[in-house]
Each structure stands twice: as C-alpha cells, then as structure tokens.
C-alpha cells in the first residue's frame, strides 16, 4: 500500500492522510509527526464544525479564538443567505449578492472542501471525502453518488446506481480529528417517493439551483419563439409548476411571477397571455404556519396577481416528453416535461421545481450508524436504566427522530446515542444543531432563525466554558415573514394562540408596508457590509433599470 498525503500543506495540522481504494473505505491510516516547534496551536481546542450553512458558518464566527481553533469541514467553499435565494432566480439580485466566503483572513478559520462521511467516536476523529472539484454535494442532485446521498436512495430512481458516476468526481478520502463536533449538515429536499421527481424534478435550497431555475425559464422562452414550435408545446413550456405551497415555494412563485410579467413579457410581446405559474399543495392551504388570515390574504392576493393556486392536489408523477407521449420518455430539455397530478390528470410543464419540505442527508440517515465502538471516554452521561445488558456490550446508535428524521439532542444540544435496550447516552463532545437537529425539550421551527439562534446560544456556552451551569437552551419565535409578488409581503407577529394582553397587537402586517418592513430587515440581517449594500443598490437600480435578464 502507498500512503499518500492529500494535503502535504496540511502536515502539521493534525490532519491525517488516508490510503483509499475505490470500491472499498479505507485501508490503512498513518498518523503524521508534527514537527517541533509547529504546535503552536495546540492549547486552543479544535471545534470541527461539519457545514458552512446558517448553524456552521454562524458558529465558526462566534467562537472566541482565545480558547478554539475552529475549522469548518464542507462540501460548500461559501454560505447562502437563503432568504434571498428567491432573489437570485428572479434577476432581482446576482448570485454573489447573497454568498458570503467561508474562507476570510479576518475570520481566523480554517476550512476544508469535503463531505464529511462517518464519524469515530472512539478516535474522536471525522472521516472525510474531498469534494473540490465536484459540482457539490448540495448542488446536483442527479449523479449516483448525490442520488444515494438524498432521502429516498437509489431504489425510487430508475438510475442504476454507477450509471451517472463520474469518477474523477471521487475525492481523496482522509480523516479529522477533533476536540468538539458540531454536526450542521442540514437537510435535503423531501420528494416522498414520488416517482421521476428525483431525476427530473429542479429543487431549491442553493446558488447551483437557483441557477438552474433562471437558466430554464430564459430556455424556455426563448424555445417557445422557435419557429418550428407548436401552440401547444408553447403553451406547455411557459407553463411553470412550483410543487409546494410553504414560503420558499410562495416566495419563488412570487418572484418568477415579477420576472416574467415585469421584465421578460417586454421582451417578448409575442408571447403575451401564455406563460403560466402553477403552484402545488396537498394541503388545503397555503402558508400553513401563518394565521388563517393571513394565508388567505396570500391566497388571494396571489391569485389575482396570476398565478394559479390548486391547493388540495396529489402530485403523482413527473417525466421527461409531452403529455400523451408513449415511453420511453429520455431527457430532452429542448421539450416540456409531463406533470401528472390524481386531479387533472397530465399536464405539459416546462419547468417543475420541488419544494415540498425537509428529509434527512444520508450521513444523518445512514453514514452517523456505523459506530465502530462504544465511546465510553465520550460520554457524559448514561440515563438510568432497568436493562440489564452493560453499555460496553450493547450495539448503539445515534438517536433520531421518528421516520429517519433528525438527530435528537438535548436542552444543551448535545447529540445522544441510544443503545437496543432504550438506554439513552449523551455525548459529551458531539453537538448539533440547524435542520439536522431536534431538542427533545421542544423542537424549533426548521428555519436559518432556529440555526440562528442555536449557534450564537451554543458558542456563547463554549465560550464561557459552562455548559452544566446554565440554563438550555430554548428558541425565541421573532416572526415569520413571506414575499408574496408586487411589491406585497406577509408578516406574523408572534403569538401564542392565546392573544391575552397582547391583544392590542396586530396578528400581522400585510401589504405594501410588509414589503418594505421585508426588505429593510433582510438587508439588516445581511452579514457583510459589503452586501448589505449590493443586495439595497440593486434593488434601487431594478426600479430603473428592470431584473438582469441574461441567461449564463
Ligand atoms: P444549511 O444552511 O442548509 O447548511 C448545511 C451545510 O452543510 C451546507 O453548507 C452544506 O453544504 C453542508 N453539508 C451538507 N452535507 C455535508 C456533509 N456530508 N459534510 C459536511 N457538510 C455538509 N429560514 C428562515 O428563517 N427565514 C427565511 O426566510 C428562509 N427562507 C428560505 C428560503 C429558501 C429558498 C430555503 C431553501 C430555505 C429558507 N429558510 C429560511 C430555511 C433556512 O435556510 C434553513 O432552515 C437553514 O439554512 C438551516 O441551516 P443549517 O445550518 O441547518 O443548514
């Protein structure tokens, strides 16, 4: 065996090179000497942080650098301010409008472009895949290996399962050791099984999406205009399904609606009347977390706006070729896709982006299971228990929630293990936070607020060294805001339920003045200086100029 080191510039930073042949995990691992005088760093206490979204990047930057050297493990060289993401699809903003490097001088953190694939518990050590020259793990979700990173795995897809690999995409694999763990891997798209939406189906949680969607919607128009295209397929490809009525699927069918009939239907006057949005639920509303009026407001207001609402419909099917084609249906972007809902039967779409809600990454679902050995110098406590059977003896695994669902963690958001018997371990040095986690106490909302809030509260603990002392942490609702198309938004003011004392309060803000209340506080919540004043100076210049139209 050859022992090769990925990172020969790493040498002396703790990181191990791992021998990897394909096919198999890893064969062999040697420890690297670190060099005498090169320890410099060794007081402070590593914090590997596994994701550069709203819980990992928000931590890493929060940490006092008296005490930690944080290091940030992500398949993502950068973190996107999602409540933005709409933004980009529509022209409204760039894309480098919302994504701020995770990589800055300033910051004083380190960071590898890897997917993190086990963890060892016992070596307190992250096994990691390099991911540099990959399209991105959150990115594209149409190769094999991302298939099998997903939710529902390779079995719903009829793509076999080496079909789509490219194997220069297949990174060097090695390991990281750490001090502290926090696991901020996030979530992916929730599709429930539902056939051809995986391979065919565009999704919405990254700057790689919000890409694909501009990119298809100024195919599409500019496909409809062919010479050669008929009425009908015109009619289908500027047909645009949104399948899921929360607020990134409200928020994105709001903007799109802006784009095309403020700036693109300019550009196209031949076209006037055909394009078509089309948003899908099964539930019989829309925006099921605000109150009943003001979801029916958004209702309202968006239909008359033009875009159609068919709440109480069952997506069935997705795929490739015009309703009414015979298979073999092949991939063939220069024509519309068939959706085929239990209501109306197959329609022609030119586009369908699923947003449809969260399901667990594979490392939280699978990879997190392979625990090779009890930790026992991990642990901080063992629940009491009737079971007999010693811990040391027992298979653990990582506690979740129901149906392969998040890591469940306590008030201080330490991940817990659980072994056949129920006994229940809290790991000491193993945190989580984000999406891919739920207190047991009371779980928040899965929002970048939540994430938010669980990062600065934990680095805040860290930081004062005191976990047992203080008290856990517990999530404060501030509001939930949604665009809703024309310069009109929704806001929710928190309650609960029982108005009481607050009843002086609104219920919430709706309007013109929401959409302004919206903007200022997204540009307020920008991270950078830098963006905060790219994100407001476009916005100035749209009202002049109109939405970036190009097509990359
Ligand atoms: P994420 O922010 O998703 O970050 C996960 C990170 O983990 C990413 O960097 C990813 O690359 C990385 N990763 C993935 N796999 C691995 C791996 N194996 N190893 C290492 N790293 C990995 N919430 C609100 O509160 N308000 C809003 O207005 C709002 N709007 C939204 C709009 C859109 C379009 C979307 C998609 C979401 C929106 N949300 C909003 C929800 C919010 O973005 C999420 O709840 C939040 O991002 C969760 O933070 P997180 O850190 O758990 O995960």
Known sequence: LRIRNPFPCLAHSGIVPVVYTPGRRCLATQSEQSAPGQESDNKKERVVILGSGWGGYTLSRRLSRKTYAPLIISPRSYFVFTPLLTNTASGSLDFSNIVEPVRDPRAKVDFIQAAARAVNLKKKTVLCEATVVKSG????????????GTDEGPETTNMKPMQAYRQWEQGEIF???????VIAVGAVSRTF?????????????????????KRRVRECFELAVLPLTTPEMRKWLLNFAIVGAGPTGIELAASLRDFIYSDLMALYPSLDEIPKITLYDVAPKVLSMFDESLSRYAMETMKSEGIDIKTSHHVKSLRWGPPGASPPYQMDPKRCLTLTTEEDGELGVGMCVWATGNAMPKFITESLDLIDAYPTDSIHSIESS??????ENASWKFKKGPRKGPLLVDGYLRVQLQNETGQTAVLRDVFALGDNAMPESGAPPATAQAANQESKWLANRLNKGDLAQTPPFSFRDLGTMAYIGNERALMQIPHNGDRGSNSFLPEGIKGHTAS?????AYISMTISWRNKLRVAFRWTLNKFFGRDVSRF
């Open 516 to 520: 302004l209340i919206w903007k200022m």
């Open 175 to 181: 390991e990281v050791p750490y001090d502290k763990l």
């Open 137 to 148: 793990v959150t990115e594209s979700p149409r190769t094999a290996e991302e298939l099998r």
């Open 193 to 213: 099984g539902t056939p051809g939406v995986r391979e065919n189906a565009m999704f919405f949680k990254d700057i790689g999406d919000a890409k694909r969607v």
């Open 386 to 391: 009737t079971a007999r059977t010693e811990p």
